[in-house]
Each structure stands twice: as C-alpha cells, then as structure tokens.
C-alpha cells in the first residue's frame, strides 16, 4: 500500500520550460498511490503533450473549461470537490498573479477558486520575475490565504541566469505531497467540538429543546479526523453513532456542556460550537411531573452561560469557530455575534426556513472571519463540513503563523 492510497490529487500545469518534470511527478505520485487528475493551462500544453501526461496518470488531461461535455454536469465544481489537494508544478508568475488577484478565466484556476482543498505552488519562473515586486507581492498575498507555496529552490535556471526561480525537484514535491496528505493538514490538532441540541428540564418528564439533530456537528466530526486531527465531540442528546476514531462526551443540558467544554478547553487547539446551546433554562425543575390541574402554567426562564464567548474570553483562547443560526439578515447577525463574543470565525446558517438548517441532510453556509468571507452554496452535510475544515484549517494555520513559508 503507497502511502498515499486513495488520495486524490488534481496537479495543474501551467506554461513554463518545468513543465517537463510534472511527467515525472504523475509517475511518483502514483507509484505512492494517489489517483492523479492533470489540468493544464494553454499555455503548459506549449512545454509537454497532454497525451503524455494522460498515459501516465490513466486519466484523461482536462484543459479546456469549455469542454461541452465535461462542463454539462459543471465539470470544474466536481473537480474542485474531487481533490484532496490541488498542487499547481510548475506554478507560472502569470498563474500566480491570476490566482492572487482571484480570477477565473480558465479551468485552472477557476478549480483553485472553487475548491476546499489545500493548495500548493511549486513556483518556476526567471530569477529576475521571482524578485520582481509585483510577484513577492502576489506570493505574500497568496500565503496569507493560507496558500502553500513550496519552493522555489535556487540555482542554474534554462536561461542561463542562476538565482532563485528553479522549481523544486519531483521527489522533493512527492515528500511534501505526503507530509500534507499521508498525515492530513490537521495532524497533532487538538479540536475541541459541541454539537446537537441541549434539553433544559422542566419536570422529570419534559424539558425545553430544540431542532439540532447533530447531523452538522457530527459531519464535522468526521471531516476533522479526515484531516488528521485529534477530536473530542461533546455531544448533546441525539440518535447518531459515534464517528470512529472520536472520543465523544455526552451531556444533557447547558450546564453539562459548559462544564465538559470547561474541562477538556486547556487540551485543544480548536474550539469549535456547533451545538444548538438552549440560551434559557427553567428558573425551576420540578421534583416529580407537573400535573394538568390548572388552566395556566408560567415558567420563568434564566439565562445560560454562553459557553463560545467563555472559551473565546480565556486568557490564552483556542482559535475559536461559532455557528450562527438565524431566521433573517443572516449574515449581519452573525457578523455582529462573531464581533460580541470575539471569536475568530463564525458559519452561519439560514434555519426555519423548510431547507438547509436543522435536521436535514442539507445545509449552506456563510463563513465569515476578520477580513474575509466564503459561501458554501446547499449541499449535503458531510460535504459541507469537508469544505468548513479546509477553510477553518487555513485560517487556523494564517493565525498561527502569519508569515509561515510551507
Ligand atoms: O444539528 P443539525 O440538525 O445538523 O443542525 C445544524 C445546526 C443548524 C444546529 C448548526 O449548523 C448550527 O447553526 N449550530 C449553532 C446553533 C446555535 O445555537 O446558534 P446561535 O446563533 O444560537 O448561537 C451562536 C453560537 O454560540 C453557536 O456556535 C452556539 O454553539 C454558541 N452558543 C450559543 C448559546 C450558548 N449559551 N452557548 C453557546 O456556546
């Protein structure tokens, strides 16, 4: 078994003379197991055949983002969703400024765009454009969205010129490759997850609740040990099996959540509140079943602790995600709690309105952070939740290390 069984890599090619050396890194990649996906540039199409590349990776090489019928089911959406990785060898200035400056005029990087899944440049270019300022510029902007750029090396360039600009060698990408993927992005993190509803009791026999199935949560769950990290769910009362690999905590109330979240805080690195946390108890439980014998019945209800704005208010916080779950002007509300209770991200949600939200298969979201913002159109739970912990992990490792060359 190669170490990268089963991963799925999409390796963009863009025009430059190192074109010539992704050939041999489709032939690496798959002796370690990944399955390779080849999208070219125009350009690249200059330097080396697609049909070389086809022969190599077993799959047809897409370049055209006009392709009738590749695009008839938006062909570039599944490749974007298809990748565990989009690892762009060699990555062009050209490329690099497209990407930079977010534009989608070919399939390329309109993949780069779309897709929740790490990316990587290898750059390869002329010493003189690596140092340009235009491109130091475009590589800083890129890193501080979180885009891993490996290389370039230094050295004898094709054009004569030595300096840096030289494009990492095959198996210095494949060893990269692995680090990121055999292990997951998100190895050695520690997260820390709430998820489902809270039940507030009444009586013995009744309690006030809500909608949360867990079914988001829990996706989350999976997507975070997918990527390597260490979970702890502390999970509310739902009907679902334990994600494997998860060490799960379950409570009742809110009290019960906060003092579990209080607990396990210090061991994480990630906090992040998808519970549906009740924000009023019953002043009172009453000791045995409240009977029908009157005409009215008044509960008075108190405040419960906010358990995110607790986490987020600790002298050393984790990197703390919230969820927003609102009925109208969605994204200023959570815009506005994301502010009050000072956490670094929040992804809010559209609930009570018959799709997406709570208990449905279905979700879509809007995550918003300090400067920044991305939309996760409907789509199933588990997808959702992969594409929430590539952009979570991104902002995590931004925060963590700003200047971060990986
Ligand atoms: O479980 P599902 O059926 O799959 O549904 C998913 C979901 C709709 C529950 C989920 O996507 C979601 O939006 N979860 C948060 C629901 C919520 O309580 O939102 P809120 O806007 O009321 O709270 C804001 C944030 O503060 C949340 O991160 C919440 O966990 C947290 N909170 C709220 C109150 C409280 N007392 N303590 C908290 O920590």
């Known amino acids: 078994m190669g170490e990268l069984n089963g991963r799925h890599v999409l390796l963009g090619i863009t025009g430059g003379i190192a074109a010539y050396k992704a050939a041999e890194l489709v032939r690496l990649l798959r ?16 330097f080396i055949t697609p ?4 022969a190599l990776s077993g799959r047809a090489v897409r370049q055209d983002f006009f392709d009738r019928a590749d695009e008839a089911a938006t062909g570039h959406i599944e490749l974007a969703r298809w990748a565990d990785l989009v690892l762009v060898a060699p ?16 399939l390329l990087s309109t993949v780069c765009l779309a897709t929740g899944a ?13 140092l340009n300022p235009a491109t130091v510029a475009n590589a800083g902007l890129l890193q501080q969205r979180g885009v891993l750029l490996w290389g370039p090396g230094e050295g004898e360039q094709a054009c004569g010129e030595t300096g840096p600009g030289r494009m990492l060698e095959p198996e210095a990408l494949l060893e990269r490759t692995k680090a990121l993927l055999a292990n997951g992005p998100l190895t050695g993190v ?6 489902g509803p809270t039940r507030e009791p009444i009586d013995p026999v009744r309690f006030i609740g809500n909608r949360s199935s867990g079914k988001m949560g829990y996706a989350l769950a999976r997507a975070f040990t997918a990527a390597g990290a ?10 679902l099996a334990t994600p494997a690999d998860v060490d799960r905590v379950d409570v009742g109330t809110a009290l019960e959540m906060e003092q579990a979240v209080l607990e396990h805080v210090d061991d994480c690195d990630l906090f992040v509140a998808c519970a549906a946390v009740a924000d009023y108890r019953p002043a009172q439980v009453a000791g045995s079943k409240i009977k029908k014998n009157r005409d009215r019945l008044e509960l008075t209800l108190t405040r419960n602790p906010d358990i995110l704005a607790g986490v987020a208010a600790r002298p050393r916080p984790p990197f703390t995600v919230g969820f927003a779950a609102e009925t109208e002007s969605v994204v ?7 502010r009050l209770k000072g956490i670094d991200m929040i992804a809010a949600n559209l609930v009570g309105a018959g799709q997406g939200g709570f208990e449905g298969d279905e979700n879509a979201l809007t995550v918003l952070w300090e400067g920044g913002r991305e939309d996760l159109p409907l789509d199933k739970k588990e997808q959702l939740a992969k594409s929430l912990t590539a952009i979570i992990t991104e902002r995590y490792y931004a925060k963590k290390n700003p200047t971060q060359d990986a």
């Open 190 to 195: 520690r997260v820390l997850l709430t998820a």
């Open 118 to 130: 790490p990316i990587a440049l290898a750059p390869a270019m002329n010493r003189g454009m690596w």
């Open 51 to 54: 049909l070389t590349l086809q």
């Open 91 to 106: 990555a062009s200035a050209d490329f690099m400024a497209r990407l930079a400056h977010g534009m989608a005029n070919d």
């Open 31 to 46: 002796r370690a197991g990944a399955e390779v996906q080849v999208v070219m540039t125009r350009a690249a199409g200059e």
């Open 332 to 338: 200023e509300q959570a815009q506005e709690k994301r």
């Open 230 to 239: 260490q979970v702890r769910l502390i999970s509310g009362p739902v009907a």
